[in-house]
C-alpha cells in the first residue's frame, strides 16, 4: 500500500547512495553521461504479494528504453518485523546490455512465533536535478511491499 511510502522505516541502502555521489562528485568531469537525455529508460518492478519466512523476497525490476549502459538504481528499503538474515544490502544496478535485475532478499525461518510483517521498497528517481532529465524515469507504482508470514506457532502454555 502506497500509505507506507511515508512511514519512517528502516533505510538500508544509504551507505550505497553516499558513497555513490561521493565518487561521482569526486571525477569532477562536467561531462553529461550518456543517460542524462530525453531518451532515458523506463524502470518498473514488480514483487508478490507476500512470502513465508525463509523465502526470499523476491523484487524484479525491468527497463525499458537505452539499455547500452549499467545503470544503479536508487532504493529506500522499509521493513517491519524481524525476518532478515543482513540488513546491508548491496547496491543493486542493470548490467549493461540487462533488461532485468533482480533483487533478492533473503529472510530467516526462525522457531519465534511473531506477528507477520513486510518489506517494503520505494524506487526513486537517481541523482534528481530539477529541470534535468534523469539518468532513468521510474515508472508507477513506486512501491510495492511483500508481506513476510510467520509460519510458527505460539509456543503451548
Ligand atoms: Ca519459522
Ligand atoms: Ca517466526
Known amino acids: 500500500m502506497f500509505v507506507h511510502t511515508i512511514r519512517l522505516g528502516a533505510l538500508l ?12 562528485a569526486s571525477a569532477g568531469t562536467p561531462e553529461v553521461p550518456p543517460a542524462m537525455r530525453d531518451d532515458a529508460p523506463v524502470v518498473s518492478f514488480t514483487a508478490p504479494d507476500s512470502i513465508t519466512e525463509g523465502e526470499p523476497a523476491v523484487f524484479t525490476f ?6 547500452s549502459s549499467d545503470l544503479a538504481l536508487n532504493l529506500d528499503f522499509f521493513l517491519e518485523g524481524r525476518f532478515l538474515l543482513d540488513y546491508e544490502i548491496g547496491e543493486l544496478r542493470f548490467a ?18 511473531e506477528p507477520d510483517g513486510y518489506i517494503g521498497v520505494h524506487l526513486q528517481p537517481r541523482y534528481y536535478t530539477p529541470g534535468v532529465s534523469q539518468p532513468y524515469n521510474p515508472e508507477s507504482p513506486v512501491y510495492l511491499e511483500i508481506v513476510v508470514r510467520d509460519n510458527d506457532r505460539p509456543a503451548a502454555t
Do not use: C, K, M, N
Not at 13 to 24: P, Y
Open 96 to 113: 549493461a546490455g540487462e533488461a532485468e535485475a533482480v533483487l533478492s532478499i533473503p529472510t530467516e525461518d526462525d522457531d519465534t512465533p
Open 13 to 24: 541502502a544509504v551507505a550505497a547512495v553516499i558513497a555513490a555521489f561521493a565518487s561521482i
Open 62 to 67: 525491468t527497463r525499458v528504453g537505452g539499455l
